[in-house]
């Protein structure tokens, strides 16, 4: 099956640093990755979508100085949380879709961000 | 009123019950349906699409009903290993919208 991939798994930063998280499909060509959210006991928050070599979509609220998303090539997206807070302290998950339907999205494994 | 709201759980159940999860969503125009299971500190996972005529797939069967902006999830003799939360999507104009999950526990 499809897979796809998140680094690091976790990380624990101080307040004011800036994170970076890759996300990258490891076995097909992702048009569109979507970036989402999850707080505890809560559901998953789209943040963005992002389409190869264009400009990310943020979702209402989503503020995109501070969550940098780059789909530089059709396996490979970052998100950035510039100078985080321990507001940001969140499950960071990606998922990829490999064609125009985004019914078939494959997720990545998240990245829990601890901010101090 | 949320865009897509499921039953608050958590439920607990014995080895070998059924158990039915509801979930509804506000918006009509909704396009596609999911029960995706997310089990702890990972990422979700697709359970199941679910279509008007229904599906079933082993001892999971998934109803939609459009008319009343429903959508089931029913699991039958439940084992050890459903114990997860499950979460109701719905694809609404593009983006995948996930309701808060259901956490199932199944217990010997």
């Known amino acids: 099956g499809a897979v796809v991939s998140q680094h690091p798994s976790w990380v624990i930063c101080k307040s004011g640093t800036s994170v970076k998280i890759e996300c990258r499909s490891l076995d097909f060509q992702a048009t569109t990755m979507f970036w989402y959210r999850q707080f505890p006991k809560q559901s998953l928050m789209l943040m963005a979508t992002?389409?190869?070599?264009?400009?990310?979509?943020?979702e209402q609220g989503v503020e995109k100085d501070k969550f940098l998303i780059n789909h530089a090539s059709l396996t490979l997206s970052t998100l950035t949380v510039t100078s985080a807070h321990p507001e940001d302290s969140s499950f960071y998950i990606c998922?990829?879709?490999?064609?125009?339907?985004?019914?078939?999205?494959?997720f990545g494994p998240g990245t829990r961000l601890t901010v101090l | 009123r949320k865009e897509v709201e499921q039953d608050p759980g958590p439920f607990n159940v014995p080895e070998g019950a059924t158990v039915a999860f509801n979930c509804t969503y506000s918006?009509?125009?909704?396009?596609?349906f999911f029960w995706y299971r997310q089990d702890c500190r990972k990422e979700p996972k697709l359970l199941m699409s679910v279509y008007s005529s229904g599906n079933e797939d082993g001892r999971f069967t998934a109803q939609l009903n459009r008319a009343s902006q429903y959508i089931s999830l029913l699991i039958r003799d439940s084992k050890l290993s459903d114990s997860a939360t499950y979460l109701c999507?719905?694809?609404?104009?593009?983006?995948?919208?996930f309701g808060q999950g259901t956490e199932l526990s199944v217990k010997p």
């Open positions: 999507v719905v694809n609404q104009g593009g983006k995948l919208i």
């Open positions: 918006n009509s125009a909704s396009q596609s």
């Open positions: 992002s389409n190869e070599g264009s400009k990310a979509t943020y």
């Open positions: 998922s990829a879709s490999p064609g125009t339907s985004i019914d078939t999205q494959y």
